[in-house]
């Protein structure tokens, strides 16, 4: 697949931070860009009509890959995450901050005519289209999938709504939250302690997961596009993406009959796979998941008297026998501190690890060598830190020349001048009527 590559000809230093800027966004020119500015995705516009979580992580994710991705906000309020807080620092959310690099903010209202146009004729100049409003809400104002399919046929149109765009819910007025679609779609009701209620996880993995589903849509639509010429309609969910990894869970009901409870830590098909109470306190995870390992485990845990025993034999018989073999492993691992075990297993090459807070994440040596903690200048919080990209290419990670998550309206008047064109004048008379909004 070959994309051209947009006109970065100004490369600004400032404090040491490099940030690109776009002097010329003609798309059809072409230009060699710096090797450090050489991403995937350059030559890509994105227009961005997401806010929350799902949405625009999957739009951060283009971005990171060298994605132009122009957010559009509701102006005087923005993404509802700027406002998801505390904690804020330099007046923005750090929510906000985790999910908002590598883009550009315009601000317009799209409840009036003059704004769907500047809507509209954004999306003649791009090649994808992301929104995740409830079903059939831009459809009404002239913002749907037909509509800007005459305007622009190959552009790329994704929809993230709650419960999908067909099917008896795709016409319930109800938005999507992670916390509901991960209750409703199961997640929710096999997470937490064996005997305790239901627990959200502690991070909103349905949200994440859809936009990452997306992210990996639309690059899937933008190679059929290389051969068709024609873009094309992509539909996703929190639910559907819910359902769809619910995997050995959902196998083992729709196959077998068998529900899924909760384990805690601990694992219904492998034993034992769960976090066990060192001598001190500490909690850490072992995991054994095979019989081999088991061997292993056993020598290093001085529990060899296990190996013989017919109830543990194999895995199948340890989950078998799950209640009577893992308080022997407990009392076991009491006798010793969690440093102790967890060397001894590490050294046996039994897979296990310490339960780290957020604190301590940060200080793994081999979290920041593989680059997930990133520095980038904003311009009201200063120097912040955001966790980096999950994937690196040719030995690099692809977040090179981080763009800081944009102050809302930020980019309105460059967009609209510089991209479409519009004068001095037209302008102005939006920001009278305030059909948008700017910094300046």
């Known amino acids: 697949m070959r994309f051209k590559f947009k006109n970065f000809d100004c490369l600004l230093k400032k404090n040491s931070f490099k940030i690109f800027k776009r002097c010329n966004s003609d798309k059809n020119q072409q230009v060699v860009p710096n090797e450090q500015s050489l991403k995937l995705l350059n030559g890509i516009r994105v227009c961005d009509m997401t806010r929350v979580l799902a949405g625009p992580y999957c739009t951060m994710i283009l971005g990171d890959m060298g994605a132009e991705v122009i957010k559009i906000e509701r102006p005087g309020i923005g993404d509802d995450t700027r406002h998801f807080g505390p904690p804020y620092v330099g007046g923005e959310s750090c929510y906000y901050l985790a999910v908002n690099r590598n883009k550009k903010s315009i601000a317009v209202d799209f409840h009036t005519k003059e704004g769907v146009e500047i809507i509209q004729e954004l999306a003649k100049t791009s090649d994808v289209f992301i929104e995740n409003y409830i079903c059939g809400k831009l459809d009404a104002v002239g913002l749907g999938y037909e509509t800007l399919k005459a305007l622009n046929p190959k552009l790329i149109y994704c929809s993230i709504t709650g419960y999908g765009s067909r099917g008896l819910l795709s016409d319930i007025v109800k938005p999507g939250y992670d916390l509901v679609a991960s209750s409703i779609g199961g997640l929710n009701a096999v997470t937490g302690p064996e005997n305790g209620e239901?627990?959200?996880?502690?991070?909103?993995?349905?949200?994440i997961m859809t936009g990452m589903y997306a992210h990996g849509a639309i690059l899937a639509a933008l190679y059929q596009r290389e051969i068709t010429k024609l873009g094309t309609k992509i539909d996703t969910s929190l639910l559907q993406t819910q359902v769809a990894v619910m995997s050995h869970i959902g196998s083992d009901f729709l196959n077998a009959g068998v529900k899924?409870?909760?384990?805690?830590?601990?694992?219904?098909?492998?034993?034992p796979y769960q976090a066990f109470e060192a001598e001190d306190g500490q909690l850490f995870v072992i995991g054994v998941a095979n019989d081999n390992l088991f061997q292993k485990f056993c020598l290093a845990m001085d529990l060899s008297l296990l190996l013989n025993d017919e109830r543990f034999k194999s895995n199948k018989y340890r989950v078998i026998h799950r209640n009577e073999l893992i308080p022997i492993i407990s009392e076991k691992i009491k006798t010793k501190p969690a440093d102790y075990w967890i060397t001894a297993l590490e050294n046996a090459g039994v897979p296990c690890g310490s339960i780290n807070d957020i604190e301590?994440?940060?200080?793994?040596?081999?979290v920041k060598e593989l680059d997930l903690i990133q520095e980038l200048l904003h311009p009201t919080a200063g120097l912040i830190k955001i966790c980096g990209p999950a994937v690196d290419f040719n030995g690099k990670s692809i977040l090179q020349t981080p763009l800081h998550p944009p102050l809302l309206g930020e980019h309105t008047k460059h967009v609209l001048s510089e991209i479409l064109h519009y004068d001095d004048g037209k302008i102005n008379d939006f920001l009278g009527k305030n059909v948008i909004s700017t910094l300046n």
């Open 360 to 366: 301590q994440v940060f200080k793994i040596p081999q």
């Open 198 to 207: 239901p627990c959200r996880v502690g991070v909103a993995v349905t949200d």
């Open 260 to 271: 899924a409870p909760r384990y805690g830590t601990g694992h219904r098909a492998i034993v």
